[in-house]
């Protein structure tokens, strides 16, 4: 259909409603987020940023990340290559693995590990014996986080890796190189962008993880609350302002993965052009 022919009120109408939506449903909450945290002053919202239990669970969200992000990248990778490059039985099945966190509710997972991890769960009476704490911890918080996001990355490098084929790995190992040196230096450079951009995702979906993690943390202020619980529970203290103080913290962490991303998208078809 040559889109050209249509009347031009089509074009600017369309234009008109997705900024009518954007502007009510994007915009407007991320003024309002920005402009309730600094509606007390400054002082106010560094005083909430500053609060020590703010303090723990924007370093537990950090420390959230710095493990599940590498792992998933290392997991993606794998994942990536395994179904990219080779032939098996129960591909199919192990791609619609690495979909299954997606189509899960959050909750529900965070559920799962804690009939599997808790007191009264499947390994709950060896973990017990070992004196092991998952749930309610911040190993149980890592587990959550990391099932809800590990099919970032390995969902990115997949269509990227089908599409450049084998030809080229095949022609390093034929004229020498060995696997770990054919992954740097013609696997790696070929997905970078990909890769990066699956990294970038998961981190920002890992950041704001709330279902699973408010089920396995137990809450315990100081202790397991990562920063979006720490706003929920600001915010039923009816401590508005430092809710919203914090909920700007994440929102602007939000805003330059965002950022990033565009970047990484404005890179990618300059790279396929040279």
Known sequence: MNHRTEPLWIKWTLIGLMLMFLGLFLVLPLVTVFYEAFR????????????KDALSA???TLLTLLIVVPLNTVFGVAAAWLVSKYEFHGKRLLVTLIDLPLAVSPVISGLVYVLLFGRQGFFGPWLLE??????????????????????????????????QGTEE?????????????TFLKVTLPNIKWGLLYGVIMCNARAMGEFGAVSVVSGRIRGQTNTMPLHVEILYNEYKT???FAVASLLTLLALVTLV????????????RNT
């Open 40 to 51: 007390q002053g400054w002082t106010n919202y560094v005083s909430a940023l500053l609060d």
């Open 58 to 60: 924007i370093r537990l």
């Open 130 to 163: 070992h004196d092991l704490k998952i749930i309610f911890a911040i190993p149980g918080i890592v587990l959550a986080t990391a099932f809800v996001t590990f099919s970032f990355v390995a969902r990115e490098l997949i269509p990227v890796m089908q599409s």
């Open 169 to 181: 790995e095949e022609a390093a190992l034929i004229l020498g190189a060995n696997g770990w040196q």
């Open 241 to 243: 302002s430092a809710a």
């Open 260 to 271: 990033v991303k565009s970047l990484i998208e404005h890179r990618q078809p300059l790279q």
